[in-house]
Each structure stands twice: as structure tokens, then as C-alpha cells.
């Protein structure tokens, strides 16, 4: 059994380190950002991967972003300020992760989530479009499953799209 004053021996430094002002500046942006983005963004992630999900380019990718922004959702603020706090840091604030992701995104989230939305609803209509000619398209059964495929995607896409086009109308 090793002694514990030679495991506190071993784990000290023999450098002082002392940490730069400016490392408290960039760590409380970075923190505040990630807040932003966890308490914001895990709704961009998931509205991403719904949209590559409809496409049906990558599945895998899809599902790692909803599931991603589904943990970001939960796990996000909370792991951001545990770090607030081992790092000595003031706590994460509302207010300052909303001026940080001001600063970083020029846009609200409300802006970028309609944005998004708008892609996305060109996404479902060029797909389900797509997918109607290739399941109408009498050449092989491959083509007519991969138009079903799409058609289905799109239409599952939809209701989620319509829902952000009613929430600001009904808030």
C-alpha cells in the first residue's frame, strides 16, 4: 500500500502556476456561449436532424444530432455550470448567455429557428416531390420503394414545421 503523503507528493506541481486575466474572460465567453447553446441550440440540433432525416442522406448522422440536442437539453446547463463553478467563475447567468449569443450569432434564436424552418419546409416539398415522381416512375421496384421512402419522411417532417409556424402565433 503506498502511503498517501507520497500520492500527495507525486500529484504536486513543481511549477506555479498562475493563470492569465484574460484566461477568466475567454473561459466565462465560452462558458456563457455554451449556455446559450444549451438552453437554445439543443432546438437547432434537433430541427437539423429532422431536416437530414427527411433528405434520408444519413441516417446515422440524423440520429446522433436529435439525440445530441435531446442530451444538450437536459445535461446542458448543468454541466456548464458545474464547470462555472470548478473553474471559479461566476455563475452562468440568463442574461449573459443571451448577450454571448448575440455576439457570436448576430441573430436571436428565434431569427435562426425560422430560418431553419424555412429550409426545411423547401426540404419537405422538394422531397416529397421527388419522392412522388420516383414512386410513380413504373421503371423498378427500388425507385418506387425509395418514393414511398421520401414521401413518408416528408410527411413526418411536416407537422413539426407547421407547429413552429403556430407557436409564435399562439405565445
Not at 444519413?58 to 439525440?67: P, T
Request: aromatic share 12%; charged share 5%.
Amino acid at each position: 500500500m503506498i502511503p498517501p503523503v507520497v500520492t500527495f507528493m507525486f500529484a504536486q506541481s513543481p511549477f506555479d502556476v498562475t493563470l492569465p486575466e484574460a484566461w477568466f474572460t475567454a473561459m466565462n465567453q465560452i462558458l456563457n456561449v455554451l449556455f446559450a447553446f444549451a438552453i437554445r441550440g439543443y432546438l437547432l440540433l434537433i430541427l437539423v436532424g429532422l431536416i437530414l432525416f427527411a433528405t434520408g442522406l444519413s441516417d446515422g448522422l440524423s440520429k446522433v444530432l436529435v439525440a445530441f440536442g435531446i442530451g444538450l437539453y437536459f445535461g446542458g446547463p448543468l454541466i456548464v455550470n458545474l464547470v462555472a463553478s470548478f473553474s471559479s467563475i461566476a455563475p452562468v447567468t440568463m442574461e449573459s448567455a443571451t448577450s454571448a449569443w448575440l455576439q457570436l450569432f448576430g441573430m436571436t434564436d428565434s431569427e435562426i429557428v425560422y430560418v431553419l424552418v424555412w429550409v426545411g419546409e423547401a426540404i419537405a416539398g422538394i422531397c416529397c416531390l421527388t419522392g412522388a415522381i420516383l414512386y410513380f416512375t413504373p421503371s423498378t421496384n427500388n425507385l418506387k420503394s425509395r418514393g414511398q421512402s421520401l414521401i413518408v419522411r416528408s410527411l413526418m417532417l411536416a407537422p413539426l414545421l407547421v407547429f413552429f409556424h403556430i407557436t409564435p402565433l399562439l405565445l
